[in-house]
């Protein structure tokens, strides 16, 4: 027969947190669990079925419209997706679940990095593609720039969320790599949306010089640009989420929301996704030269 304690009493001989925690709910109150409550396993599953539908899609168009490196990123981001949610689904389980909560913790707050590099590729590929001489300087640089500062980006949290979860979130040296992750995630999307904001800017006035040019876009091209600058702008907003969240660490009221992780980690992440999936990159690259040329997007030299 099971004791139920008071909330707040921690039972005898029990680890509430951390390698080797033996709370269950039948004898530790959820009050003294990380979270203080059981994640909803409608949405959990809900998100987990989402995620392996987008993968299915994105392996579709990738396979299609052969973007090997794009569709690498959006399965590898939805595998980790997968596996986060299906840790909180276990958690909806036994809340005090160490392993399920270790393994929630990191895939769930590094996928985003994986979005956001086959984001940088992609239009680092326009630009080659569309009009390289306006860049102001070689579009190979948003490789070299952007892509390992995504990949230190992915080590600072993952590291700092093994590293807090595995002190049972007393490691501020895990929460501070954590944040450092997610701020230079940050930074580096919006330096990367500023050089590329700047490159249509320059573009447009290059169009606009020609005579007879015409600045409409075809419905492809459009919606090409439209849900990429969506999804980047809904995952810039989850990271400010994450980042105010991990600020106050796992005793602040943040983390013990599940409506606002589910509405600003969950609903805009899936979102980015399925937003990538109108916006492919298939949209403009397939047969490139023939697209680029229905779009008018041929290469124009400076004035």
Known sequence: MSINFPPGIIPPYTKVFGPGA????????????????????????????????????????????????????????AVNAVLGYAARIAMYYNPFNFVAFMIQ???????PVYYSAAIYVTLAATIKNISPTLSR??????????????????????????????????SQIG????????????????????????????????????????????TRLRLFFGFMALAIVLILARCAYRLVELREGYSGTLISDEPLFIGLEGVLVISAVFFLMIGHPGLVFR?????????????????
């Open 137 to 170: 300087f070689p579009p190979n640089l948003f490789y070299w720039i952007f892509i390992p500062s995504d990949i230190i980006c992915l080590i600072f949290q993952a590291a700092g969320g093994a590293l807090s979860t595995a002190s049972s979130g007393t």
């Open 22 to 77: 033996n709370c269950t709910l039948e004898t530790c109150p959820i009050e003294l669990s990380v979270y203080r409550y059981r994640p909803s396993l409608a949405a959990n599953i809900t998100f987990l079925c989402l995620y392996c539908l987008s993968a299915s899609i994105h392996l579709y168009l990738g396979i299609r419209w052969k973007t090997w490196f794009f569709m690498g990123c959006m399965l590898l981001g």
């Open 175 to 218: 929460v501070d790599m954590a944040l450092v992750g997610l701020s230079l995630q940050v930074a580096a999307m919006l330096i990367f949306c500023a050089f590329f904001a700047d490159y249509l800017a320059r573009y447009f006035r290059s169009r606009a010089r020609r005579p007879g040019s015409s600045l409409t876009f075809r």
């Open 105 to 111: 913790i990191v895939c769930v707050t590094s996928g």
């Open 287 to 303: 047969n490139h030269q023939t697209r680029l040329d229905q779009f008018g997007l041929v290469d124009v030299q400076p004035k």
